[in-house]
């Protein structure tokens, strides 16, 4: 089957009956990733916003998918599409800041009060 993302196109792709809205990959050691929709258009607004620190995401996704095993990659960590008890639950948010990949808001202030 083919990759549903260029990103994980090494990995290989598993088939999750129960959670047919998502991309499920596993890497070699056997730990199992999920990766939403929205979860994915919210890493290219990253890539778009910070492209020269989208390896540092990608970089980061893994160590976290290795380290603990199962994970779900998520558009809206209060209501995930994914069901998977045993897996940890994480936003784009969440593996930009933990990668400190920072993305400042391009506001031009306010002309309230002129």
């Known amino acids: 089957m083919k990759p549903k993302y260029e990103e994980w196109k090494d990995r290989q792709?598993?088939?999750d009956l129960r959670n047919r809205f998502a991309a499920c990959y596993q890497n070699e050691d056997g730990s199992i990733f999920y990766i939403e929709p929205q979860f994915y258009t919210y890493l290219q607004g990253y890539r778009m916003q910070r492209p020269e620190s989208y390896q540092d995401l990608l970089a980061k996704m893994d160590?976290?998918?290795h380290k603990n095993k199962k994970v779900v990659f998520v558009g809206q960590e209060?209501?995930?599409?994914v069901i998977c008890d045993d897996a940890i639950f994480l936003t784009?948010?969440?593996?930009a800041d933990q990668a400190r990949v920072l993305v400042q808001?391009?506001?031009r202030g306010s002309d309230y009060g002129d």
């Open 105 to 107: 808001p391009e506001s």
């Open 92 to 95: 784009a948010m969440d593996v």
């Open 78 to 81: 209060d209501n995930p599409l």
């Open 63 to 65: 160590e976290i998918v």
């Open 13 to 15: 792709v598993m088939i």
